[in-house]
């Protein structure tokens, strides 16, 4: 009797598991639940006519209440903090450089496609992009962006995310036959609050 349970019960599994497939809600949910978000970041760009990609690296901050902080060490230091009202780019040496939606619509557009992607933002992500996602097994999945609306369309032909827990991958192909993958490790909750050094990014 007990071997015949056994089949029966791994079917049962495969259809428990089925039925848990890991959706783009649930998805949203996740992440929308991660308060602050660090990584380290490594991005390689392959540009068309360069013999070599171009690589960069650094840490990445998400904080929910405050905005995201992209911070480049390599090949130079630059960051750039982004919010819901302004984008300030930093570099060593040179006064910060603050973009708003008035001063320039279309880079602040970018601006909240780049929070929307980080936050699997399905409704934001939507009003510009078709979307196909796949549970890939394993707590994996894949988000695929196809872009619908102008200007992106003629910018990217495809923007393809990966990750389980996390955002691990980002690969960028744009029109002109160029990409960038952008690589993301080390990622951490812990802790839930901004430090007091992590808070000044957003306040300068």
């Known amino acids: ?103 320039n619509a279309q880079m602040f557009q970018f601006n909240s496609l780049l929070t929307a992607l980080f936050h699997a933002d399905r409704k934001a992500l939507e009003q510009n992009f078709t979307l196909t996602f796949r549970d890939l097994g394993k707590n994996s999945w894949q988000l695929v962006l196809q872009p619908k609306t102008t200007p992106l369309d003629k910018l990217f032909r495809q923007i393809t995310l990966e990750g389980a827990q996390f955002l691990n991958t980002i690969q960028i192909d744009d029109m002109q036959g160029d990409n960038t993958h952008i690589r993301f490790f080390n990622q951490h909750t812990e802790p839930n609050a901004l430090t007091a050094n992590e808070e000044r990014y957003f306040s300068s």
């Not at 660090?38 to 990609?53: D, K, N, V, Y």
Request: glycine share 4%; charged share 15%; hydrophobic share 45%.
């Open 1 to 103: 009797m007990r071997c015949f349970l056994r089949p029966i019960a791994a079917c049962l599994l495969l259809i428990c598991g089925a039925v848990h497939a890991i959706t783009l809600d649930d998805l949203q949910q996740r992440f929308s639940q991660q308060s602050v978000l660090r990584a380290q970041f490594e991005q390689q760009r392959t540009i068309s006519g360069l013999s070599q990609p171009l690589n960069s690296s650094g840490d990445l901050l998400i904080a929910q209440t405050h905005g995201l902080v992209w911070n480049q060490t390599k090949p130079f230091s630059l960051r750039l903090m982004l919010n819901e009202t302004r984008m300030v780019q930093s570099m060593a040496g040179q006064a910060p450089q603050v973009i708003t939606a008035q001063t």
